[in-house]
């Protein structure tokens, strides 16, 4: 982030092993909680107390966003702001005496001061974890929990960093292979992440984040512009009421990969990066066992790709031979030759 890059440690590559996976869990949920503690300071809870249970309930920090625009955004869609009050000055003391125990609970939970509760009442910030690893291993094939750590921490608990990191990482290089918000695998796995950090309502997240990707630079641009200042009611309200809109077609200039390409450059830190040379990314060997399958993925493609333009009668003729009846799941086939297939093993 802006004058406050957040160094998260290197992560632990000891892949399998359960000490380095809970080193690495306890890396990024350390650099989570210093998300929290940013929103929580730009975020007006004297003025508007009901943001701090709606913060705690479902301002993750994952989304299409940095993660405090995250925090803030996620917190935002499940706003529902009280009429204005003609006697609000007049009343802001009373009010802020009796914020003070929501407001405390939710500094807690943010920041992780309590200790670690069971799954079905875990923090804010334990929940977001479950959310960021749940995305990566439901979007990216043959991705274990482990290697999805290891990136989280290499990306500082940014999704779409890590997301970028593991497409240098699998080469995946065409329009195609890259990520796009808009597909129905994104969708998907933000639904199992939604779903997985138990948020209060799964449908409203979706649509508040995709609407937040539609006026990501406007959002990004109002939460980040000098987080010396709390923001106002107003821009809170403003905020508010443009998550919870249509979300309109996606500008160039909103593109989530654009951003998350530039945090990548200025913030996290890569194997690269710290060997000096941007040009020679060191893939450690424990990545191997999930790169091979992709691999092999990749070359099945090729395969099907060439047998695609290869004479059909051609091949079916000289190289395949006739199912049985029992195989019929195999759809290439002409129902002419299964039944023919059929007579003759009756015969017999």
């Known amino acids: 982030m802006d004058g406050r890059r957040r160094r998260s440690g290197r992560p632990d590559v000891s892949y399998g092993n359960s000490d380095g996976i809970a ?31 709606r913060l705690v309930g479902a301002g993750v920090c994952f ?12 917190t ?49 910030a334990e929940r977001s974890l479950e959310g960021l690893i749940t995305f990566l291993t439901s979007y990216f094939r043959y991705l274990p929990t482990w290697d999805a750590l290891r990136y989280l921490c290499l990306a500082n608990a940014d999704l ?33 992440a939604a779903s997985s950090a138990r948020q209060p309502d799964v449908d409203g997240f979706i649509a508040g984040s995709f609407s937040l990707a539609s006026h990501l630079e406007f959002v990004t641009q109002t939460v ?23 979300p309109r ?36 060997g424990g990545l191997t066992i999930s790169l091979r399958a992709v691999l092999l993925d990749k070359i099945h493609a090729k395969y099907l790709k060439a047998i695609s333009r290869l004479p059909m009668q051609d091949v079916r003729a000289r190289y395949h031979l006739p199912p049985c009846p029992c195989q019929r799941w195999l759809l290439l086939w002409p129902i002419q030759l299964c039944d023919q297939h059929h007579r003759q093993h009756s015969l017999v």
């Not at 960093?161 to 918000?181: G, M, P, Q, S, W």
């Open 23 to 53: 080193h690495n869990r306890s890396v990024i949920l350390g650099t989570i909680h210093g998300y929290y503690k940013e929103a929580l300071a730009v975020l007006p809870l004297d003025d508007l107390p009901e943001l701090a249970p």
């Open 63 to 74: 989304g299409f966003g940095d993660p405090t625009t995250n925090i803030i955004a996620n």
């Open 76 to 124: 935002l869609s499940s706003f529902l702001p009280d009429k204005p009050d003609p006697d609000h000055r007049a009343k802001k003391h009373k009010r802020k005496a009796s914020i003070k125990t929501p407001s405390a609970a939710a500094r807690s939970d943010a920041a992780g001061d309590a200790p670690s509760p069971p799954p079905e009442t875990r923090t804010i």
């Open 160 to 192: 779409l960093v890590a997301v970028r990191l593991i497409e240098l990482d699998r080469c995946y290089n065409t329009k195609d292979e890259r990520f796009h918000i808009s597909s129905y695998a994104a969708r998907a796995a933000l639904t199992c």
């Open 224 to 246: 980040l512009a000098d987080r010396s200042y709390v923001l106002s009611v107003e821009k809170i309200l403003l905020l508010s009421g443009m998550l919870k809109k249509k």
């Open 249 to 284: 077609m996606l500008d160039k200039s909103d593109n989530p990969m654009i951003f998350a390409d530039e945090r990548r450059l200025r913030n996290c830190h890569t194997d690269a990066n710290a060997s000096g040379d941007a040009n020679c990314e060191k893939v450690p």
